[in-house]
């Protein structure tokens, strides 16, 4: 570790700090009569590489085919 980074443990409690405040934002938001789209995705075997992990640029088509499903469902 170089002088003046954080260490590995103080990433990963901030890390946890903004997934705690990310889980309050919603949770707010869903206070305040905001509505949440939810729209489940099947991985398939082709969207992953040899390891079972999904390929970083699938993302982008995941999200955007939940967007259209979103303004589908929006009107």
Known sequence: RRPGQ???RDKLAAMRHEDAQAR??????????NEHFTW????????TDAGG?????NYLKFFERCRTEWLRAVG
Not at 24 to 33: E, H, K, Q, R, T
Not at 53 to 57: E, T
Request: net charge negative; hydrophobic share 40%.
């Open 40 to 47: 489940r995705l099947r991985v398939y075997y082709e969207d």
């Open 53 to 57: 992990i999904v390929y970083y640029a």
């Open 6 to 8: 954080p260490s590995l």
């Open 24 to 33: 309050a934002d919603l949770a707010d938001s869903a206070d305040s009569g």
